[in-house]
């Protein structure tokens, strides 16, 4: 098991973006600002998607604009194809991450194209990253299974993964999209990746709709994993389940790290600060246990 | 790891004993058979405490009463001392569970004695058990911490338990009573406790207060221990921590055994409906994500 892990916080992008209150650059980049305060060293600021299709996101070129991008923190945001790449590229970013389903049905519904014509369609975007030296992330998502599948091949994760790590991706985060997982299939999954590509590069990305993500992180600690996808206050949610929860938390993942002896150079007190500032913006209560038996 | 897991579920005791939403004898005869129908073969459903300190178990002999005992489920109740003794046999109980603390202090402030002095006053209570041939179910406290003392030491809970099992108990719960432990923490406390006494006999009970609990689980079941506890919907709370999470809901815990292929003979979705009824009667949301899940 790794002596310490990066979590990557997915709040301000994979946790905002299908919530319907309105977030300001100006509340988004406090909260970005504090979680850098709080130690973490890889934050997903945004997605240069289409503003009609997730709104909340429309004004990431500001958010980016406005960051201090140095510091040695990355700050990657999302990109869908060529067209947000040049916005993105305007912005400043200097991380981007792309994304590709390890479904083929949830691919054609999700973006209306096969596997491989997705990861045709990142070909140039990550060509334009590379000639501006910008760093490129890859996502697989329904890795553990999807809405449309009953069981998503695990050749099929192998495969789409290696394809994004050809790309250029120098980790790839393997996403259970809709929390359907359990520990061993969880492993078993990594083993199957691992087996192709060095363990280093992988990332683990749980939803915790049917709350196994931290059982299911653990179990992928265990083959190795050493960076991890959270959000703080659990922010993001699965438009198959409304209702259900979203991302791990990251405050409860932080505490779980911490006493597994795993360094991650967080400070607790400071991600559910955050976690709360979000939450409360939000008009909510947070997600995070953690959280809820610190501040009750 | 075990093939089978036995669960055993305490909502109707441990769930709902700090609820002040009082909850009827037919309210809680409902759950109770709701909870067999499900396949839960050994279902906590009250206890013989001073009325004045926990009302809402004060109708535990009314419930025991009106149970069928017979059909192969153990309806364990939770005895205090002689007096509860009595009157758990009067209503005709064929299991009970006694209770000391592996915490010194906490001992001392939640029953106003010794480790040691408590462990005294059921001797007398398990003798009159094994008169009447009543089965004796044994929980240790704060195995992984509690509210006063910052670290509990481990030899404390190998003797607390060794002490119980000695006295008559067939099984051992090990309960993080205020979810204050992570995985590692779990598993290196179930392995002291295995060195001396037989891990067939030794039940997991997590409290899920900062959401470790599924994960500190998988670290017990990789240790062989095949009984855990849990309350469907996540009910009961922590009268130290005001509005943290209950224990681990069987909902999830149903749901990641039957991930790992573990045999439980629970029925999920009437599992989920059970909760949903008891979340219902006290008028608040599951914490299960499996029924958020299913439910929204």
């Not at 970005?32 to 009609?52: M, N, T, Y």
Request: glycine residues 10%; proline residues 3%; negative net charge.
């Amino acid at each position: 098991m790794a002596d310490s892990v990066r979590i990557v916080e997915v709040a301000p992008r994979d946790g905002l973006q299908n919530e319907a209150v309105a977030v300001s650059v100006a509340t988004k980049l406090d909260l970005i600002r504090q979680l850098r305060d709080a130690g973490l060293a890889a934050i997903e600021v945004g997605s240069f998607v289409s503003p009609k299709r997730v709104p909340q996101m429309a004004d990431t070129d500001e958010v980016v604009r406005q960051l201090n991008l140095d510091g040695g923190v990355r700050y990657p945001v999302l990109v869908p194809n060529e067209q947000g790449m040049v916005a993105a590229l305007a912005a400043g970013v200097r991380e981007i991450a792309v994304f590709a389903s390890a479904s083929e049905t949830f691919s054609q519904k999700n973006i209306n194209c096969s596997i491989e014509q997705s990861i045709d369609r990142f070909r140039p975007v990550v060509e334009m990253a590379k000639a501006n030296h910008v760093a490129v992330r890859g996502y697989v998502s329904c890795v553990l299974g999807c809405p449309y599948e009953v069981k998503v091949a695990m050749n099929a994760v192998v495969s789409v993964s290696r394809k994004l790590a050809e790309l250029g991706c120098y980790e790839i985060s393997l996403g259970d999209t809709i929390g359907i997982g359990t520990p061993w299939q969880a492993r078993d999954m990594v083993r199957a990746v691992a087996g192709e590509l060095d363990i280093a590069t992988l990332a683990a990305h749980f939803h915790d709709t049917r709350g196994q993500a931290l059982a299911n992180i653990l179990a992928c600690l265990e083959e190795g994993v050493s960076v991890v996808d959270s959000a703080v206050g659990g922010l993001g949610g699965c438009p198959y389940a409304p209702g259900a929860a979203g991302n791990v938390s990251t405050e409860d993942l932080a505490f779980m790290l911490d006493g597994l002896g795993i360094h991650t150079g967080v400070d607790l007190s400071r991600v559910v600060a955050a976690g709360q500032f979000i939450s409360a913006a939000l008009g909510k209560t947070s997600r995070s246990k953690v959280a809820q038996s610190m501040c009750a």
